[in-house]
């Protein structure tokens, strides 16, 4: 069965008079593309890697404030695990200086704690979210910067998203190495999913896919977001993170399940809020 899968990519408003939504780190959400010399430098400053001490870099994930990543809960490991951020195609080495401080634009830090929803089933791949506590906090610049999870209020539903991840360009034949990626994923029916993959897709995933893009390459723990107008500003929000797909690749496209973090925000702010010290 070939699934269609169609939509247009908007900017939508995010209403917040009147109510007590709140953004969960309020200097989120926005880059600075036009800063760089080389178009993409700047455009996914929250993205990091995440590494543990007998492999590496395996997974991705997001940064969300100063001292959190949220990434899949199988990314998780009992080994020591740490951080790196800032590492997005930047070519010069170096720190950036401004007002008399220096940030470093690639850095790692250690793991401090890790936290894996109580809920989360490793065979069914359910609940597949956790946070990264780092050991200190990190200073914002062009490099380095949270992506936005809106809290008290739903984001609109959106019929195509945003997908970011470090991966190989299938385009290129595998020949350019893993790199920054970025591709437009459309939603589509949960039932496709849930016939494809055998699993019952509840309203805690999103099944989202493409005619014509696979990620399959792509590091588990990419990122799904969207832009909102918010406060005045057009910021990213995050919507989703990778859980699982075909490990088979297709030129044609496929279809891939996202675990739906707007579904987890309040265990998010709790575990944030218990943690924070």
């Known amino acids: 069965m070939k699934v269609f899968l169609l939509g247009v990519a908007v900017c939508?408003?995010?209403?917040t008079k009147g109510g007590s939504a709140f953004l969960l780190d309020s200097d989120c959400g926005t880059s600075n593309p036009d800063h760089a010399p080389t178009i993409g430098?700047?455009?996914?400053?929250?993205?990091v890697k995440v590494l543990n001490k007998t492999y590496g870099f395996e997974f991705g994930g997001t940064l969300i404030t100063s001292r959190f990543v949220l990434t899949a809960a199988h990314c998780i490991s009992l080994e020591e695990m740490y951080v790196h951020l800032g590492d997005f195609l930047v070519e010069e080495p170096g720190p950036d200086c401004f007002s008399g401080l220096c940030v470093p634009r690639q850095y790692v830090i250690s793991v401090d704690m890790k936290i894996v929803h109580s809920a989360f089933d490793v065979g069914q791949k359910s609940s597949n979210i956790g946070l990264l506590r780092m050991k200190s906090g990190v200073v914002y610049s062009d490099y380095v910067r949270p992506i936005c999870l809106l809290v008290d209020e739903h984001l609109p539903p959106g019929s195509s998203f945003n997908s970011t991840g470090w991966g190989h360009d299938l385009s290129a034949n595998n020949q350019s190495g893993e790199i920054l990626l970025k591709a437009i994923l459309?939603?589509?029916n949960r039932s496709h999913c849930t016939l494809k993959y055998g699993k019952h897709a509840d309203q805690s995933e999103i099944c989202v896919g493409s005619n014509t893009v696979d990620t399959c390459k792509w590091r588990l723990g990419n990122l799904l977001s969207a832009e909102f107008a918010y406060g005045g500003k057009t910021l990213n929000f995050q919507?989703?993170?990778?859980s699982y797909g075909s490990s088979k690749c297709s030129t044609s496209g496929a279809l891939l399940v996202y675990t739906n973090v707007t579904h987890y925000t309040p265990w998010i702010v709790d575990t944030i809020t218990r943690l924070s010290n």
């Not at 939508?12 to 209403?15: D, N, T, W």
């Not at 430098?41 to 993205?47: A, D, G, H």
């Not at 919507?239 to 990778?242: D, F, K, T, V």
């Open 186 to 188: 459309y939603n589509t």
């Open 239 to 242: 919507i989703g993170l990778a």
């Open 41 to 47: 430098i700047y455009e996914n400053p929250w993205m």
């Open 12 to 15: 939508l408003f995010v209403g």
